[in-house]
């Protein structure tokens, strides 16, 4: 018995180490995504150059959420873990080289007809800006010119899944930060004295994939990877890989599906609706970024050698010390934005073009995605068990229920809240595909240990609620709106430390257990 409780002490350890490896380089890339908004909140604000950039890169975007860096990806590790395991070291490369090339040509081709059909594209996501004068014809010209970005950042996501099978997780965490240097670095230099912004950051856009992906070459070399050109789509994995990876298009990208649908329902509401939810969204990324994707990205591999091992058993337990884990941490990041919603819009937007108008409409979309961050954390953590089982089909016939839900929620709840209602509804959608998904896991592995980690989610949401409204009856306490901006920034900082402080003070009286659980991990993992 105590060496089993030292083995899941081990992993426990291990999982940690690698989360933490993921989870730095992306708190980095999500501080410079910041800093990127805000230059575009600057020079855009929610204009119709900011609807016309947020409807063009959500294009490529979203393909390369599906085909790059989601479906393929979580096909593709637990193909590789399960060969790394079985085959020689020469027919493990040779299966990497032919994926690599196949990939390459076919990213080559989806490329060439994106920008052929970049019109209809438009048509389909931005349809309500058909009858706006010259922003039809500008989201056209930037689709265009972004459209290549996915070709790069597919062959990234690829170099990724490799380094991250051989758990080096730093490197491709990093990529990230160089996409946001790049548009940043461009947007200091022109955007000032571009007749059309815009373009200044599709330029960044372009230039950030293609450092993404040529940053990673070195360490692929390292690894053992030699590039020798070759294409085969009959081979064995690569038939593997390609028959998990349809299916899984739409189970690993419905939350990016539905994001998709959720800009073209609100490119036929008011201006600045379509950039509210995307301001909105990179706040909720923000605080999904700093640990919840980096332990789904530390899971699948982790999840992959436990099934390639048949340890079903193992997996179970990882899966509940994963879900307390991230309900730990998310429950007082989703009750911070709930209460602090309108001030940290205003602070970290409200500049140049970025007015009150756009303010209130951002913050009213923070406001309902809040309410999803445990349940969207939660799918991160349940989805990578899926594919480590090879399973992407089960995913798929959620993903069509979890869609039918968020339209018909749009369609109720966009009348009475506008933008508001597409945040709310996007929130509803993933609430249900987290409890889905976790019903169907159960019915595939067996019975999940639920009590300590529902028990621990109770103590978490209780905690968090008593911080919130701690806060809450803080910051109405003063006039925020008409303090200057270093007091704005000042009172904002204060709240978030006090909350911080507050909720780790309740937590370690009323769930010490897990506090102290997660302090003797961390204090092993620097050991």
């Not at 349809?127 to 989201?139: A, V």
């Not at 599709?202 to 050109?229: D, Y």
């Not at 409409?361 to 923070?366: G, I, N």
Request: aromatic residues 12%.
């Amino acid at each position: 018995m105590k060496d089993e409780n030292s083995h899941n002490h081990s992993h426990d350890k291990r999982l940690l180490g690698s989360t933490f490896a993921v989870a730095v380089p992306t708190l980095l890339s999500r501080i410079l995504g910041y800093v990127r908004d805000y230059f575009q909140a600057v020079f855009l604000g929610t204009s119709r150059g900011a609807d016309a950039f947020t409807i063009a890169y959500i294009i490529p975007n979203l393909l390369r959420r599906l085909t790059g860096e989601g479906a393929m990806t979580a096909a593709f590790v637990p193909v590789f873990t399960q060969a790394k395991k079985e085959k020689s070291k020469e027919e493990l490369w040779t299966f990497a080289n032919y994926f690599f090339f196949d990939l390459t040509v076919v990213m080559a081709i989806l490329t060439v007809l994106g920008i052929i059909f970049s019109p209809l594209l438009v048509k389909i996501i931005g349809f309500g800006f058909k009858d706006i004068q010259g922003k039809w014809p500008l989201t056209v010209a930037l689709t265009r010119m972004m459209f290549p970005y996915i070709f790069f950042i597919s062959l990234a996501a690829l170099a990724m899944g490799i380094l991250n099978s051989f758990h080096r997780f730093f490197v491709p965490a990093f990529t990230p930060v160089l996409l946001n240097i790049c548009i940043v670095g461009l947007a200091v230099v022109f955007a000032g004295r571009a007749k059309e912004p815009t373009y200044v950051f599709a330029a960044g856009v372009l230039l950030g994939g293609l450092c993404q992906f040529a940053f990673q070459i070195p360490f692929l070399w390292k690894q053992g990877m030699r590039f020798k050109f070759g294409l085969s789509f009959t081979h064995p994995g690569i038939r593997r890989v390609v028959k998990l990876t349809i299916p899984g298009v739409l189970g690993v990208g419905v939350y990016q599906v539905n994001f998709a649908l959720s800009r073209a329902f609100a490119s036929a509401l008011e201006e600045g609706s379509v950039a509210s939810l995307y301001y909105a969204s990179r706040i909720q990324e923000l605080a999904l970024g700093i640990f919840s994707i980096a332990l789904s990205i530390a899971l699948l591999p982790a999840f992959s050698e436990q099934a390639a091992g048949e340890d079903i058993a193992g997996m179970k337990r990882t899966l509940a010390f994963s879900l307390k884990l991230i309900f730990l941490i998310t429950w007082p990041a989703a009750a911070g934005l709930l209460v602090l919603n309108r001030p940290i819009i205003q602070v970290l937007f409200q500049h140049g073009l970025f007015d009150a108008h756009s303010t209130g409409m951002a913050a009213a979309c923070l406001l309902y995605f809040s309410v999803s961050l445990p349940f969207i954390s939660g799918v991160k953590i349940l989805a990578p068990a899926f594919f480590s089982l090879k399973d992407t089909r089960t995913p798929v016939v959620i993903a069509f229920f979890v869609m039918i839900v968020y339209i018909l929620s749009s369609v109720v709840l966009m009348g009475p809240l506008r933008v508001g209602g597409i945040a709310l509804a996007l929130s509803l959608s993933q609430v249900v595909n987290f409890l889905a998904l976790f019903v169907y896991l159960e019915k595939k592995i067996g019975k999940i240990e639920k009590k300590a980690f529902l028990a621990s989610a109770f103590k978490s949401l209780l905690a968090a609620g008593i911080m919130g409204a701690v806060i809450r009856l803080i910051i109405r306490g003063f006039d925020f709106a008409g303090l200057s901006f270093p007091k704005q920034a000042g009172l904002l900082t204060a709240a978030i430390v006090l909350g911080l402080a507050l909720y780790i003070a309740i937590s370690a009286v009323i769930n010490r257990e897990d506090i102290k659980s997660l302090k003797i991990l961390l204090s092993r993992r620097k050991a």
